[in-house]
């Protein structure tokens, strides 16, 4: 680890748990800081806060009381989660307190360069494309963030030879105060997470923040095709790359007859890619353009893209049976998603979709719908999904209680040749308790199914 003696005898609060929380306070503590812990659940149902206070840490549970800041911390390092509307955030706000994130704590920390990813979309997918080709050209990747291990930990462990890949939301971004990451990437920008930052111009300003510590000597890597983040970055000290989906470029990377083209140089047809959809290839281009930049050969790239399936859970491909391919793509809790999943394919789909009503309708879902050849609907909102489904001119609708009886029922209604995808968008909260849940039960149904045939 580099700046060991940073936070030595400095008075911080760790504000929140869970995982990062977990891992932020224990580096604190071991460079020798004086840690409190302050989390909402209680502490006899906390065991995460129970082996902090083995540790010798100050642990305060049950509520966020603001007065805990009358104690005189010099910072605060907040879980992303907690928003900034929270009473004892907005009272660290107004007596000029930092607060940062743990990403930046494992900045500060890390040996290794990092490569950072965020974006609304392909964030888990670009990700893990570029550690794989990474690690296929045997460049030490370490891999961390909202996918794998936490950050903090990861750094405390990394050296100079690796390089750390590093997924990143907007909450994690808004507390960052010294952040820079050797690559940074923003695959796209669409509205999202409201709810959390309150305006779009926030939630766009706290994913532009990858950057904003960025020198000449760094590289970001934006989305060309998307007026608004060429906008959002202008002021960047980057190096920037573009990538595009839409256009020829001759500085960059795009597409080119059927071929993937960096700056001049062919790297691979469209033919060889596995990975489906046209949210997937803006995805592969920013992981390319990555690891270019890091030296690594088109042998390893046309390896990785020559066997990646997708990411669990994000259009992930479970297994064929009979003629019919059968995706997993529990995380669309959103009807963008759902499009982008139904515009991947060209083959005939029956669409599995459903889950938690957040009051909307799919009103802008019916013209991908169109040519959906049957709809299994579950979940608080199947009947919203239904009416949308009659509107796209679906003739085969069908109810079902749940993910695991809609595998056999869109079975049935399929033909070899067929796609079976489950997209659900929406949350899945109404019936399973993560996304991941839901996926996880689908593909057992469909292994289950695939045995009994």
């Not at 700046?3 to 503590?29: C, P, Q, T």
């Not at 046209?278 to 390319?288: D, G, P, R």
């Not at 046309?302 to 009979?322: A, D, I, P, W, Y």
């Amino acid at each position: 680890m580099k700046n060991i003696e940073i936070y030595r005898h400095k008075k911080i609060l760790v504000l929140g748990l869970a995982k990062s929380g977990v891992a932020a306070a224990s580096l604190l503590h071991e460079l020798g800081a004086f840690v409190t812990v302050n989390d909402k659940k209680p502490f006899e149902e906390n065991p995460a806060a129970q082996g902090l206070l083995e540790k010798g840490i100050k642990v305060i549970c049950g509520s966020h009381p603001p007065e805990l800041l009358d104690d005189g911390f010099e910072l605060i390092v907040k879980n992303p989660g907690i928003p900034y509307g929270n009473p004892l955030v907005r009272k660290a706000v107004d007596h000029h307190i930092p607060i940062i994130t743990e990403v930046e704590l494992a900045y500060q920390v890390s040996e290794a360069d990092i490569i950072g990813i965020t974006g609304t979309n392909g964030k888990t997918t670009t990700t893990t494309l570029i550690f794989e080709m990474l690690e296929a050209a045997d460049k030490n990747p370490l891999i961390a963030g909202n996918i794998g291990t936490v950050a903090s930990e990861v750094a405390r462990e990394a050296s100079s030879d690796n390089t750390i890949v590093m997924e990143l939301s907007s909450f994690q971004l808004m507390g960052v105060r010294t952040f820079k990451p050797r690559i940074a990437i923003i695959t796209n920008i669409y509205e999202a997470h409201l709810d959390y930052h309150g305006t779009m111009d926030e939630y766009s300003q706290a994913k532009a923040n990858i950057t904003l510590n960025q020198s000449e000597g760094d590289h970001l890597i934006v989305n060309g095709d998307q007026e608004h983040l060429l906008e959002l970055v202008k002021d960047s000290k980057a190096q920037k790359i573009f990538f595009s989906t839409k256009q020829p470029l001759a500085e960059g990377i795009s597409i080119q007859n059927r071929k993937i083209v960096w700056f001049d140089e062919e790297i691979i047809s469209l033919d060889e890619i596995i990975l489906p959809g046209k949210h997937n290839l803006e995805n592969i281009l920013s992981a390319i353009a990555a690891v270019k930049l890091m030296g690594v050969e088109n042998e390893a790239i046309v390896r990785v893209l020559g066997s990646f399936k997708g990411v669990e859970h994000r259009t992930q491909l479970v297994t064929e049976m009979n003629g019919r391919t059968f995706y997993n793509d529990s995380k669309a809790t959103n009807i963008l998603a759902t499009k982008s999943a139904l515009e991947a394919f060209q083959r005939p789909v029956i669409l599995l979709a459903g889950g938690l009503d957040r009051g909307n309708d799919f009103d802008e879902l019916v013209p991908y719908l169109k040519g959906v050849k049957a709809l299994v609907v579950f979940g608080q909102s199947a009947d919203k999904l239904a009416k949308a489904g009659k509107e796209a001119g679906i003739r085969s609708i069908h109810h079902v209680d749940n993910v695991e009886e809609a595998v056999p029922v869109s079975y049935s209604l399929s033909e070899p040749g067929d796609i079976v995808l489950l997209s659900p968008a929406c949350a899945s909260w109404d019936q399973y308790k993560t996304f991941e849940v839901r996926g996880h039960i689908f593909t057992e149904a469909v292994h289950k199914l695939k045995e009994s045939l």
